[in-house]
């Protein structure tokens, strides 16, 4: 059986509760599938900078270089918000996404039924949501060229360049054309092509790489229009694909969709590394009171599985040892509702490999 190797970054605050149960799960598939699963712990962010005086250390990055897939917890807290930008927690994962060219970002956003009231929706509307955001990661407005506030007749001028390659584009193209044979095989571009020539550009690629995948139904939608669409019809969409900017903004639309962000899991990948992590942040409000929610991140665990390690059986047992233990009415505080039994991070991880263990049967 194979053996794969996965940097474990605990991070900061909540982090090193959820990865810890998180690791109980993925420690259970192991046993059970008799796939050796080697976990090698690295620092970044604030704990980094307390323990190494940097977010990301060389260590922690020859550590992720050397693994087949990376796990992290959260990164950040007031504690460090007085130092300079570029000293902050943030700078270590900014700088891991650029070091392992992550360039096609994955939110998958779900509406389970046991938590559909959460939603700010309306039932009927939120009902059957599943799709996922795949948004690039590393051009578009955020890394163009030129950038910068500059004086112009004595007057302050600010400037960031919205710029894409053909390749970059069609590369997470590619992917999300893949991901949707995967799945439901309908793919939403979004782009802003009525008014931006690389909007344009964008769509021109997408309609090329459309014709070597006959299977998947295409369609086009201004980013403006798929904001308010994804609110009217969330379930309709299956994978939606946009640039940087966009994507930023329509994912964080999508995990409001859902209820909690304790829910909604992330992978960021390239064509030879991946780094998964929950969207939520660190909670240092929380941190080191066993109740935060760690369903996100063993869903991040879940789509290391599917992604990294070809285990699709095995992710598909842990997506549905996570909706079991919703059914029987299992909550963290994040998403407790009357006449549900309380659980905290720990009890949380016993329920899924509990449920997790039946369903393997």
């Known amino acids: 059986m ?196 690389v909007s344009g550009l964008w769509r021109q690629v997408v309609q090329e790489e459309a014709q070597n995948y006959p299977e998947v139904e295409v369609e086009h939608l201004y980013v403006d229009n798929c904001a308010m669409q994804m609110v009217r019809r969330p379930s309709s969409f299956d994978v939606i694909v946009t640039g940087n900017l966009f994507g930023d903004i329509l994912s964080d639309e999508a995990a409001v969709i859902s209820g909690s962000l304790g829910m909604l899991p992330s992978a960021s990948l390239g064509d030879r590394y991946a780094l998964y992590e929950p969207v939520h942040g660190s909670a240092p409000d929380i941190a080191g009171n066993g109740v935060a929610n760690p369903l996100a991140t063993i869903l991040s665990g879940a789509m290391m599985l599917r992604h990294s390690f070809n285990m699709h059986r095995e992710a598909d047992l842990v997506e549905r040892a996570v909706e079991l233990v919703l059914e029987r009415g299992y909550r963290t505080p994040d998403i407790q509702s009357p006449g549900c039994a309380l659980v905290g991070t720990e009890g949380m991880a016993r329920e899924v490999i509990r449920a997790l263990e039946e369903l393997w049967r």
Not at 67 to 87: C, F, N, R
């Open 2 to 197: 194979p053996t794969f190797k996965v940097a474990v970054l605990e991070g900061d605050g909540i982090g090193p509760e959820v990865i810890g149960a998180t690791l109980k799960v993925l420690e259970k598939v192991s046993e059970l599938s008799g796939v050796e699963l080697v976990f090698e712990r690295g620092l970044i962010g604030g704990s980094a900078i307390d323990q190494r005086g940097t977010p990301l250390p060389q260590e922690t990055l020859r550590l992720c270089l050397e693994s087949h897939a990376v796990l992290l917890g959260a990164v950040g807290g007031p504690k460090w918000d007085h130092l300079p930008t570029e000293k902050r927690p943030e700078k270590g994962l900014l700088g891991i996404r650029k070091a392992l060219d992550l360039y096609a970002n994955l939110r998958p956003v779900k509406v389970y039924e046991p938590l559909i009231s959460s939603s700010p929706l309306k039932e009927e509307v939120a009902r059957g949501t599943d799709f996922i955001v795949v948004r690039e990661l590393t051009g578009d407005a955020y890394y163009g060229e030129p950038r910068g506030v500059f004086l112009e007749g004595g007057k302050r001028v600010g400037i960031n360049t919205m710029r894409y390659t053909e390749e970059e584009i069609r590369r997470v193209v590619r992917r999300a054309f893949e991901l949707a044979l995967q799945r439901r095989r309908k793919l939403a571009s979004v782009d802003k092509s009525n008014v931006l020539e």
